[in-house]
C-alpha cells in the first residue's frame, strides 16, 4: 500500500463548515489536495466563495465551492441543510468547525455569552450531525466508514479558562460529544473523531497571532515552542479521512503542541 493510496481522498465530497479562514481553511485546502470535492459554509458567504475560488486556483485534483451557512439557528441549519442536499446526493466527509467565542473576565462575564456559545458550537454541531446522518450513511461501508471529524479545543482538556469561560466549556462538551456520537453511529459505517487544536493563525485567535512577533512570544508558552501551522491540521485530517483512519473512531488528537500534558511540574523535585 502507498502513501497515496493511504491519503488520498478522490472521488471524496466533504463539507467543511467555517471554511473560510483559520483551521478550517487549513483542512479544506488539504482536502482539495487529496482530491476531493469540498463544500465550504459559513456566515459569510462571500468570503467562503473566495476561499473556493483561490482552492480552485490550485490545479489540485480536488476541487471546492463556497456558500453561506449559519449554524447559529434552528432555521439556519435547516436552510444549510436544504442547500447541501441540492448540492449533494451523499457526503463522505463532515468536518464541525464553525464555533463563536466570548472573552470577559470573571464578574464581568455576561449572562448571554453562555447561550451564543452553546448554541453554535455544541448545539450547532449536533444539529448539524444529525441532519447530514442520511448523507454520511449513505456514503459509509465497514470497509471505508463516512468521517465526521468535529473541532474541540486543547481548553476544552486542560482547565484554562483565561477569559473564555463558555468557549472551553463548549469544547470540553465537543469532545464528549465526539465520543458518545462515535459510539452511537459505529454502527451505520460512521467514524466520529475530534481534533483539540492549541494556538493557530485563525480570526478567532488574531489578537495573539495576527503578527509575527505575537505568535513567536505566544509560541514561547507551547512546550513544542511554537504556534500551529497549516501541515499540523492537514495532516490530521488526511489520516483521520483516509484509507488509514477507517479503524479509528472517538479519538481525540491534541493538535496543541504538548499544552494538553502540562501539569504542575515536578514539585518532589523543586522542593529539594
Not at 456566515?43 to 465551492?65: H, I, Q, T, V, W
Not at 448539524?128 to 471505508?144: A, I, N
Request: hydrophobic share 45%.
Amino acid at each position: 500500500m502507498t502513501p497515496e493510496t493511504l491519503f488520498s481522498l478522490q472521488g471524496k465530497t466533504a463539507l467543511v463548515t467555517g471554511g473560510a479562514t483559520g483551521i478550517g481553511r487549513m483542512a479544506a485546502e488539504a482536502l482539495v489536495r487529496a482530491g476531493a470535492h469540498v463544500l465550504i459554509a459559513s456566515r459569510k458567504g462571500d468570503a467562503c466563495a473566495e476561499a473556493a475560488a483561490e482552492l480552485n486556483a490550485l490545479d489540485a485534483p480536488g476541487s471546492a465551492e463556497g456558500f453561506a451557512g449559519d449554524l447559529g439557528s434552528k432555521e439556519g441549519i435547516e436552510a444549510l441543510v436544504s442547500d447541501i442536499n441540492k448540492r449533494t446526493e451523499r457526503l463522505d466527509i463532515l468536518m464541525n468547525n464553525s464555533g463563536v467565542s466570548w472573552g470577559a473576565p470573571m464578574g464581568q462575564f455576561p449572562y448571554e455569552a453562555w447561550e451564543k456559545v452553546m448554541s453554535v458550537n455544541v448545539a450547532g454541531i449536533f444539529e448539524l450531525t444529525q441532519r447530514l446522518l442520511p448523507l454520511l450513511m449513505k456514503s459509509g461501508t465497514p470497509e471505508d466508514p463516512a468521517r465526521i471529524v468535529n473541532v474541540g479545543s486543547v481548553m476544552g482538556e486542560v482547565p484554562m479558562g483565561d477569559g473564555a469561560y463558555s468557549y472551553s466549556a463548549s469544547k470540553a462538551a465537543v469532545l464528549h460529544l465526539t465520543k458518545i456520537m462515535a459510539k452511537e453511529l459505529s454502527p451505520y459505517n460512521v467514524t466520529v473523531n475530534a481534533l483539540a487544536p492549541g494556538p493557530f493563525v485563525s480570526r478567532m485567535t488574531a489578537f495573539a497571532t495576527a503578527d509575527e512577533d505575537t505568535r513567536e512570544k505566544v509560541g514561547k508558552s507551547v512546550p513544542l515552542g511554537r504556534v500551529g501551522r497549516d501541515e499540523d491540521i492537514a495532516g490530521c485530517m488526511l489520516f483521520l479521512c483516509g484509507r488509514g483512519g477507517s479503524y479509528v473512531t472517538g479519538a481525540v488528537i491534541p493538535v496543541s503542541g504538548g499544552i494538553n500534558v502540562v501539569t504542575a511540574g515536578n514539585i518532589f523535585a523543586e522542593a529539594f
